[in-house]
């Protein structure tokens, strides 16, 4: 009997948060805040292995760009 008063409140829940939302102005500006942090830390800590920590930390900026949208829109 428990386990099915626990369900009904989960049940509600999913409905507060299956609210669809656009992407604004202000969530593309954080994530690119994001990336351009993620790349200078990666840069920062792998700067010594020369032209290759530009590429890797560039990739790594891309892959924090993208990964934020790709989640958003999964919903």
């Known amino acids: 009997m428990s386990g099915a008063l626990f369900l009904i409140?989960?049940?509600k829940e999913e409905k507060k948060v299956s609210q669809i939302r656009k992407l604004e102005r202000k969530?593309?500006?954080i994530f690119l805040i994001?990336?351009?942090i993620c790349s200078v830390l990666v840069w920062i800590?792998?700067?010594d292995f020369g032209t290759i920590s530009y590429i890797i930390s560039g990739i790594a900026g891309l892959i924090t760009?993208?990964?934020p949208i790709l989640?958003?829109?999964d919903q």
Do not use: C, Q, S, V
């Open 9 to 11: 409140p989960i049940t």
């Open 27 to 29: 969530d593309i500006f």
């Open 34 to 36: 994001m990336g351009l």
């Open 45 to 47: 800590k792998i700067k």
């Open 65 to 67: 760009l993208a990964l």
């Open 71 to 73: 989640l958003f829109y």
